[in-house]
Nanobody, 125 residues
Framework: QVQVVESGGGLVQPGGSLRLSCAASGSDFRVNVMGWYRQAPGKQRELVAGITRGGSTNYADSVKGRFTIARDNAKNTVYLQMSSLKPEDTAVYYC???????????????????WGQGTQVTVSS
């Protein structure tokens, strides 16, 4: 069982910055893709940014140039640096971890998709 825990949310003024962190813990697992999603009230959950094990990244158009995703493979941790925050960035931010258990054969039987509990980010003056 893989546990996913986010931290770093809070209240920030427009134009400010925040850094979110997400750590995966457990035993017998390897991480493939790590990503951040968000869900605002009354809206569907959307992808904010993702990063592969090799470091390839992708971003939602609405955050390009303002947010940066990074990961530490040794710590199974992913970060989201958010800058130039806008009120429309207000949402609950969720971390998603996709990986597998290397001791399960075939690999497809050991794959998992784990989510954190979410952390609130509020951008307001």
């Amino acid at each position: 069982q893989v546990q996913v825990v986010e931290s770093g949310g809070g209240l920030v003024q427009p134009g400010g910055s925040l850094r979110l962190s997400c750590a995966a813990s457990g035993s017998d697992f390897r991480v493939n893709v790590m990503g951040w999603y968000r869900q605002a009230p009354g809206k569907q959950r959307e992808l904010v940014a993702g990063i592969t094990r090799g470091g390839s990244t992708n971003y939602a158009d609405s955050v390009k140039g303002r947010f940066t995703i990074a990961r530490d493979n040794a710590k199974n941790t992913v970060y989201l640096q958010m800058s130039s925050l806008k009120p429309e960035d207000t949402a609950v931010y969720y971390c998603r971890i996709e990986g597998w258990n290397p001791y399960v054969i075939p690999e497809s039987d050991g794959q998992f998709d784990a989510w954190g509990q979410g952390t609130q980010v509020t951008v307001s003056s």
